[in-house]
């Protein structure tokens, strides 16, 4: 048994899929939920709102490559490769289209998994997820520029650290990964073509003072063919896949993953696939 940050008892485990021993954490009972975590992060973030999730679902928390109790292997932090685990993991679980929640990275991982993999996904929640590198705000940008190794003496008072040392197979290996997550922040992406293709029923999540503007959550939405219209009475005017957007009031980029509203919103979106 392994504690989380939350009040959460869960079982770990790994699964060994592309190569990498991946680590993941299964918590509560009900309909399954794969829980991603953000960058330098792991399913540990998630704790203060796991009790609530895992009240209503059998939540699968996963530690990316590198990252939490998963040690690395020889191949770029690449989402599209992070996303190609996470559809193994499906498949090597037995679980049937399950819910994916995402954070930041782990936001993005739920995008591609998506437009990837459509047939091993039920519904899909990407928080502070973007769909565009040009999106984010330039300072961010240049501060995510400024990531590699050389960075870690200035990382060392950072709950991100003091998680990795304590957790991690390899804690030697932060540098390793800053480089890595460092490389992986510097690529130019947009992946708008492939929103505009989900064919499955996705919230689009950020706070209100996320790491990009509100506007590029609502550009994100109307990819998905969200305010377009008026919703009608009975909601037949609402986006056609089944797609939403939440835009939640006094959230950061940092605080988003932790907060009560993550979580209720997160369980609403999901209750409407089990109606």
Known sequence: MTQSSGDTQGTGRYAEVNGLDLYYETHGSGRPLILLHGGLGSGEMFGPVLPE???RHQVIAVDFQGHGRTADIDRPLDLAFLADDIAALVDHLGVDRPAVVGYSLGGGVALRLAARYPGKVGRVVAASAYARSDAVYPEIRTQQ???SAAAVEFMKDTPMYELYQRVAPRPEDFPRLLDKIGAAMAQD??????IRGLQVPTLIVAGDADMAPPSHFVEVFALLDGGQRDG???GEGRPKGGHALAILPGCTHYNLCTSPLF????LAFLVEAQG
């Open 145 to 147: 520029g400024q990531v």
């Open 232 to 234: 009608g009475w009975m």
């Open 189 to 194: 992406f947009d992946i708008t073509g492939e």
């Open 263 to 266: 979580a209720a919103t997160t």
């Open 53 to 55: 999730l895992a009240a």
